[in-house]
């Protein structure tokens, strides 16, 4: 399984780099094994019945990009540098894993201050990647990169312009509630409350759980052979009660479909049977790619991803390889918007 097998041609006009207002607004393509229909988010309800689920990622991004400065004494005295932060996990207490640009140049007990009271002692530097220890932790930290901090845009946006104040509503979905994320659960931008409110009065369940989506979601396949490629670990949670209620959705012949391939992959991390999850709370590294048996999977609503990445992967998993290229040859003529801010689908396999 090669890594050219996921590849596609796509024309850089149909990246996104604002989403469709209002919510709700853009299209939504939806396919099944043979069939495939140009429809809009609204529309979803059409192809819901009374007694499926869908499980929703409730993970808040924060504003984990931070633009610092750091000091250094030099034999021509002082000197300053920009330094790009953008946060990836936390490590305990007031200490941070991060990306920094440009990193060679950070070194060991420099401070970078980003402002607003804010800063942060470089601890040590692992290629790319840098652990920091911040000035303040909890609350206090909340606060102050509420306060500095931006919206972490994908690289594909991030290239074509800075993230502004319409950025902390657009990449934040409306149920966001346990902070942790660096990257927003894409599909689940197309919802709003009227909208939630109308599948959950055609008697269609709404589950809620947490995965931290981590900046590794954005890291390119290096490997020619996919099936040693190694994905980056992300922090979730599925609680007794949402387990307790997919279970009981499956037992009774019902569909379960995540919103987004974050909700996908935690759910099936947390399958310990074929048609049961159990509570589950840890990292998962989970990669799904063709041949993946899936354990309570029946459909998948999902933004389209790029070229040559796992999220493609993933979506062949579901539909087949020779399915999921007709469908997004399908998206691609019919000038679907394309990426985090972009159209979405609802991929329904066994229909």
Request: with cysteine; proline share 6%.
């Amino acid at each position: 399984m090669k890594l050219d097998d996921f590849d596609f041609d796509l024309p850089e006009e149909l990246i996104a780099v604002r989403p469709a207002y209002p919510r709700g607004a853009s299209r939504l393509l939806v396919a099944g094994a043979g069939w495939i229909e140009d429809r809009g988010v609204a529309d979803i309800c059409d192809y819901l019945r009374p007694g499926d689920r869908l499980v929703l990622n409730n993970t808040r991004v924060i504003p984990a990009r931070l633009s610092g400065v750091r000091r250094r004494e030099s034999a021509q005295g002082p000197v300053e540098a920009r330094v790009e932060v953008t946060l990836l996990e936390p490590s305990g207490g007031a200490e941070w894993l991060a990306l920094a640009r440009p990193a060679k140049k950070v070194k060991p007990g420099e401070v970078v201050a980003f402002g607003g009271g804010l800063s942060a002692e470089v601890l040590c530097r692992e290629g790319g990647e840098v652990r920091l220890r911040f000035s303040v932790e909890g609350a206090d930290f909340d606060a102050a990169l509420e306060q500095v901090g931006a919206m972490p845009l994908p690289p594909y946006i991030a290239a074509r312009r800075a993230a502004d104040e319409a950025d902390r509503e657009d990449y934040q979905t409306v149920f966001a509630k346990r902070s942790g994320a660096v990257a927003a659960p894409t599909a689940s931008l197309h919802f709003d409350e009227a909208l939630l409110g109308r599948i959950a009065a055609m008697d269609v369940g709404l589950t809620e759980v947490t995965l931290h989506v981590g900046a590794g979601t954005f890291l390119p396949v290096t490997v020619e052979d996919v099936t040693t490629h190694r994905m980056h670990a992300e922090r979730g949670e599925v609680s007794a009660q949402a387990a307790e209620e997919i279970n009981a959705t499956k037992a009774a012949g019902g569909r379960i479909i995540p919103v987004g391939t974050t909700a996908l992959r935690l759910i099936e991390s947390a399958a310990p049977a074929k048609g049961r999850i159990a509570p589950w709370q840890g990292e998962t590294d989970i990669f799904i790619y063709p041949g993946f048996d899936f354990s309570l999977t029946d459909g998948l609503m999902t933004n389209f991803h790029l070229p040559r990445s796992t999220l493609m992967m993933l979506v062949s998993a579901l539909m087949g390889q020779g399915r999921i290229r007709e469908i997004y040859q399908h998206a691609i003529e019919a000038r679907y918007r394309f990426f985090s801010y972009g159209d979405s689908s609802l991929l329904l396999p066994g229909e």
